[in-house]
């Protein structure tokens, strides 16, 4: 058998609960839901870092964003940093990029050779929300020269997408794409939807993390999921052009975001935090490997995907990525996967969270800037939920001595797993408590 193509679909703060299979009953995402009931669904998927330069770091490395010094926005990637491109180069593939980089420095559009992190074939800006609006797509090629695409962003993007997966070439190749799409326009503090999109959207079905907390949520929820809408059928023209080309059975396809939205809920803007609405995205796979999947009811990090994406491929997994492929997961053999996942929070604040199925626990540094500062040797304990009975978020109970057993449970995950990223244990200075009245959780129900 040849070596598969592989395409990873990037979206842009986009939550999870935008989906069909996650519940959202507005049909935005037919083509994602279809995918995801095809190939493997992973159910819990969340990010490693909840802000989009971070975050790419750790798509492109498999490595933490403090081990890569990625830890806020603005900080170019090393360039003596092995990327995906590197690796799959060395496997035998040809590799592209098309979209939104945000790993060089500052907000320019063009990006040097030198910090393109080894692709080859290049259509991209840096910062994407910078250069670019709605209906003015502005991108940068081999060359560094402005490439004017014409259409709705969503559709020029993949008008791209598609010419390169045409082209003729003797080499499997990976394509990294990355939209801006559902991210808001930074310069106008909105979310442009393709022209009648947003009507479609006005007053209807609302989270309940936002319906309870409000933030921006009126101002801007139709326009967001008419932006999540266009996407979903860009996918859709996608895997359309794959079958028209004969190439849906040999190509992996992986779409995912690379954080949530919040909808300035839970800080005055739209995602840096523990919550769900700012960690949990999307995921599915589709393809050699991944076909008859699933749903996988695991726990799975960004940090997984280039460890993933390379295992599919057939090609080694290098020893410095700090995740796991869930692969075998997707084949249903046995593998033992952690039972929590951990995310690293920086620029709104110096903080760290770990999740298990039921409990979300996490600490930030008070006296550290989420800007200079990448970690802490000190926290203090600032969040604790039961998702159990809490799904959305909505009822913090790091104060309650009802609780104390599950927080020093879930205090020893987290600071085993700061350690396991390359972080130095830290000191955690616990909440102070008060009566939690009738209720109390047992060391059995924190372990859960």
């Given amino acids: 058998m040849s070596s598969p193509n592989v395409i990873v679909f990037l979206t842009d703060q986009q939550r999870w609960d935008t989906t069909g299979v996650h519940g959202n009953p507005l049909d935005l995402t037919p083509n994602f ?10 159910d819990q998927a969340f990010t490693c870092q909840p802000v989009c330069g971070p975050a790419r770091s750790c798509l492109q490395t498999g490595m933490y964003a403090t081990e890569t010094g990625c830890y806020r926005n603005g900080i170019a990637l090393p360039q003596d940093a092995r ?38 074939y290049w259509l991209a800006s840096n910062t994407l929300e910078f250069t670019s609006d709605a209906y003015d797509t502005v991108m940068y090629d081999n060359d560094n020269q402005a490439v004017k695409l014409p259409g709705y962003r969503v559709d020029a993007v993949t008008d791209a997408v598609i010419r390169y997966v045409h082209q003729p070439r003797e080499q499997p190749f990976y394509l990294f794409v990355s939209y801006i799409e559902p991210h808001h326009q930074n310069h106008r503090d909105d979310y442009p939807a393709p022209d009648g999109y ?24 139709a326009g967001y999921y008419g932006m999540v809408k266009r996407l979903d059928e860009a996918l859709g023209r996608l895997l359309d052009a794959l079958k028209s080309l004969n190439m849906l059975d040999d190509t992996i396809v992986l779409f995912t975001s690379d954080h949530g939205n919040h909808f300035k809920t839970r800080n ?15 995921m599915a796979v589709m393809g050699p490997g991944f076909n008859g999947g699933g749903r996988l009811s695991q726990l799975v990090s960004l940090m997984d995907v280039p460890p993933t ?13 700090q995740g796991h492929s869930f692969l075998p997961l997707a084949q249903k053999q046995a593998t033992d996967w952690p039972e929590e996942m951990f995310t690293q929070i920086s620029e709104a604040e110096v903080g760290r969270a770990v999740r ?22 000190q926290y203090t304990e600032a969040y ?10 909505l009822k913090n109970l790091i104060e309650y001595d009802s609780h ?19 972080e130095a244990a830290p000191e955690i200075v616990l909440a102070e408590t008060i009566p939690g009245g009738q209720r109390h959780v047992s060391a059995q129900e924190a372990l859960t």
């Fill in 33 to 42: 839901d279809r995918m995801a009931r095809h190939g493997t669904h992973v």
């Fill in 268 to 282: 005055g803007e739209y995602k840096r935090s523990c919550h769900e609405a700012s960690i949990r995205i999307p």
């Fill in 384 to 393: 604790l939920y039961d998702l159990l009975s809490d799904p959305y978020e």
């Fill in 83 to 120: 990327t995906l491109a590197h690796y799959f180069r060395d496997g035998g593939y040809t590799t592209g990029y098309i979209g939104k980089w945000h790993l060089a420095e500052g907000t320019k559009g063009p990006v040097s050779e030198d910090q393109r992190g080894g692709y080859e």
């Fill in 404 to 422: 104390n057993e599950v927080k020093q449970v879930m205090r020893e995950r987290l600071i085993r797993r700061m350690v396991a990223a390359g």
């Fill in 356 to 377: 298990t199925q039921r409990w979300k626990y996490a600490v930030t540094a008070p006296d550290k800037d989420g800007w200079s500062d990448a970690g802490s040797d």
């Fill in 309 to 321: 994406l390379l295992h599919s491929a057939g090609l080694p997994v290098p020893e410095v990525m």
């Fill in 198 to 221: 947003e009507e479609r959207y006005r007053e209807r079905w609302t989270p309940p993390d936002l319906a309870a907390l409000g933030g921006s949520t009126h101002q801007h929820l």
